[in-house]
């Protein structure tokens, strides 16, 4: 007698049969999921390595709107009455630099290094504050006046004009928040520096000479004698 054991086509296959299938598959699609993973992983290590890569990378996170806040209130310190005459400006560029170095270590590894590009002003005059009675003189139609010596008011930087030309950090180091603001500083005394040695409070004083003469002579003032 002979027994047929071929399963029924509608039989289902045994459960050990499944479990295999089953861990055939599982095993297929970590491994297809992995080689996908180590491909992109790849990618971005030799797209990062490039730098082009870092810096996109780095311009991403940075990006977005800058969000600046003005909802705090104004506090005014101090009012003052101001009887400045300012008879001569001077506008001026500069480039200068400055350098924060280590002793122990060359630059490229710990050395922070600013080039700034800087555009400023320079204005002097004379302060009328400072006139005395008895430095005006008056003899009919003539007048003469003894006029305050000549001074700087203000050295200003225009900071919509003045750019970093570069920046050069070792790569060791951080860039130093206040290395700019020291910069800037030394800007402002190389600028006065420079508009002294030009010789702007002589421009100055020739000006607020010829300003004065010619407002005095419209009150009605024939002769004006201004020293």
């Known amino acids: 007698m002979t ?28 491994a297809f999921l992995g080689a996908v993973l180590t491909v992109i992983l790849t990618g971005a290590v030799v797209w990062l390595s490039t730098g082009l890569g870092l810096l996109h990378l780095m311009g991403i996170l940075r990006g977005g709107r800058t969000l600046i806040n003005v909802d705090q209130p104004t506090v005014v310190r101090q009012i003052q009455q101001l009887q400045r ?30 080039l700034l590009v800087v555009h400023g002003e320079v204005v002097a005059g004379i302060n009328l504050a ?4 008895g430095d005006v003189l008056i003899r009919g139609q003539k007048v003469s006046i003894h006029l305050p010596a000549t001074e700087v008011f203000h050295t200003r930087i225009d900071n919509a004009r003045t750019k970093v030309y570069s920046r050069d950090t070792g790569l060791f180091s951080s860039p130093d928040p ?19 040695q030009d010789g702007i409070l002589k421009i100055a004083a020739d000006n607020a000479r010829n300003t004065v003469s010619g407002m005095l002579k419209g009150f009605g003032f024939l002769e004006v004698d201004t020293r």
């Open 178 to 196: 206040n290395l700019e603001s020291e910069v800037r500083e030394e800007a402002e005394r190389q600028l006065q520096q420079a508009a002294l």
């Open 3 to 30: 027994i047929d054991s071929t399963p029924l086509a509608n039989e289902p296959a045994p459960r050990g049969m499944r479990g295999n299938s089953r861990s055939a598959y599982s095993w297929i699609l970590g």
């Open 130 to 133: 400072g006139l005395e009675p």
């Open 85 to 114: 005459l300012e008879t001569v400006s001077y506008t001026m560029d500069k480039i200068i630099s400055g350098e924060h170095a280590n002793a122990y270590l060359p630059k490229f590894l710990a050395g922070d290094r600013l």
